[in-house]
């Protein structure tokens, strides 16, 4: 099958920008069925209950494929609405389409796919401004499309889908500059789009787009360097968009655009090995485009493409599987293509590509169901991709620890 995803599928579109019924809303001004009902029987909500983390100052930076920039915003603690962040939009590279947080919460790293670049910004923990760091951008391979930090806030490792390999970079912790590792890039398999690093930091993994598969590789802790693990890679659903690790690193999740479903699997905290859990994979919606955790690792969300809408799922905590949440899937607006949890689990966020907004939702903490955000959708750039987020702990900003 050939890469159909945002290069191939997403951006090409850029002009239509099809908007919905209620997803053309004032939001901010910044310039395969799946089970369950039917997507648009269940329209979430308005949600204004009070969050106990109000306290929290968040922000969120979205990367705009389309208007190759980032969209910052600050969260409303209390609403989960989004305001802009003076400043916003800040430039990025051609075709911006990932972002990671470093774990130290002071640089923020972008990848763009359309100049072959990762940009770097140092991030205003008071404000949530943006501001490039000396140097960047800094050279990846030819289509850059994931991103990924590890832990400890060392490594930054960069999926290059048109090379078939991952760069690596060592980051300054002064500067946040990148500087290549011996032996970057490593090979991957064929059009890798989407990388995580499991929360221990001692293995990677990067879905295979071409490949159906799942690359997995041992992080050498001292020098960043990566090592295919045995058994690598291990076989995924049709064209696979999107991996991340759950937050006890017991169980892997993986979402597949043309088999419109997730694979689930257990990782070996030894070796990395990953084996499929029972069941999997899982029904999603059509052409689902990744996978959400919240904080707790009790349930998941995924965003489904040609659907126009969420998956929700209740994480078994013993044995991984999904179970579709009630109410599952909640409508979203045109195109939803990524999906992002705040630190508090309280809320999550669906990036819609073609209507240019972002769907806000509240989070029940004991079911997991979503119930719309007042203001939702919130306005974008131009074909939003990717959200990363943060939370003020004194002089810095840190991310969620997924």
């Known amino acids: 099958m050939q890469k159909t995803h945002f290069i191939a599928r997403v951006l090409p579109s850029l002009g239509i ?79 911006a389409l990932a972002a990671a947080v470093d774990p130290t919460g002071k640089f923020l790293y972008v990848v763009n796919d359309g100049s072959a670049n990762v940009s770097a910004y140092t991030i205003n923990a008071s404000s949530g401004a943006l501001k490039l760091v000396k140097g960047s951008p800094f050279a990846a391979g030819t289509n850059p499309d994931a991103v990924a930090v590890d ?66 590789y041992a992080i050498n802790a001292a020098n960043g360097a990566l090592t295919q693990v045995a058994g690598s890679p291990f076989a995924a659903g049709s064209a696979p968009t999107g991996v991340v690790v759950d937050p006890k690193a017991a169980f892997a ?50 965003p489904n493409y040609t659907s126009d809408n969420v998956s929700a799922y209740k994480v078994s905590l013993g044995s991984g599987a999904l179970t579709q949440i009630k109410g599952s899937p909640f409508s979203a607006c045109s195109e939803a293509t990524g999906m992002a949890v705040d630190s508090s689990g309280t809320f999550t966020y ?43 702990s004194g002089n810095a900003c840190k991310p969620p620890p997924l």
């Open 151 to 216: 832990p400890a806030g060392k490594f930054v490792y960069v999926a290059n889908s048109g090379n078939n390999d991952v760069s690596a970079y060592k980051i300054n912790a002064n500067s946040g500059a990148l500087t290549q590792l011996a032996g970057s890039p490593f090979a991957t398999g064929s059009s890798p789009i989407a990388a995580t690093v499991d929360p221990n930091g001692k293995f990677a993994y990067v879905a295979n787009f071409n490949d159906n598969d799942v690359s997995a």
């Open 253 to 302: 999740y993986v979402s597949n655009d043309g088999s419109s479903n997730v694979s689930a699997y257990a990782v070996d905290n030894s070796t990395g090995a990953l084996t499929q859990l029972s069941g999997s994979p899982f029904a999603a919606g059509a052409n689902p485009g990744g996978v959400a955790l919240d904080p707790g690792g009790k349930y998941a969300y995924v």
């Open 17 to 95: 920008a099809a908007l919905f019924a209620g997803c053309s809303g004032p939001g901010l001004s910044e310039r395969v069925t799946p089970p369950g009902p039917a997507a648009d029987s269940q329209t979430p909500p308005a949600q204004t209950l009070v969050n106990p983390d109000a306290a929290a100052v968040e922000f969120a930076y979205v990367t705009n494929a389309g208007s190759s920039n980032i969209s910052a915003y600050k969260i409303d603690a209390t609403s989960g609405a989004l305001s802009k962040v003076p400043g916003s939009p800040f430039t990025a590279g051609s075709a």
């Open 350 to 392: 669906a990036l819609n590509y073609g209507s240019a907004n972002i769907s806000a939702y509240k989070i029940n903490a004991k079911s997991g169901v979503l119930m719309k955000v007042k203001g939702s959708p919130f306005a974008a750039g131009t074909g939003p991709a990717w959200m990363a987020m943060c939370r003020r």
